[in-house]
């Protein structure tokens, strides 16, 4: 499987609606995405993996323990304007 083409809306960081073109002209395979810190690299990369498993998990460590928890896609407290920055984000973008 080769993705040629993603489009993402409200998705993490990303609000709005953002086109991302992995077509190439070298027939080469492969890719490598780059950018600075908090500019969505891994939110791009948890797009792929929800698209095609339908869940994205996420991990913390506190207290020298390593914590793991499925995303959600969205979180009822932001749909109720009680937003509170949480460990595990929600996919959605409800306040976009």
């Not at 002209?25 to 908090?38: H, K, L, P, Q």
């Not at 979180?75 to 929600?90: G, H, I, M, V």
């Amino acid at each position: 499987m080769h993705i040629q083409n993603l489009e993402l809306t409200n998705f993490g960081s990303y609000k709005g609606t953002h086109n991302f073109d992995f077509s190439t002209s070298t027939g080469r395979m492969g890719y490598a995405i780059f950018g600075e810190i908090g500019r969505g690299k891994t939110t791009l990369i948890n797009s792929i993996i929800w698209a095609l498993y339908g869940e994205v998990e996420t991990s913390v460590e506190l207290e020298g323990r390593i914590y793991t928890k499925k995303r959600p896609i969205i979180d009822f407290a932001q749909t109720q304007n009680d937003f509170s920055k949480k460990w595990n984000l929600p996919l959605l973008n409800f306040g976009a």
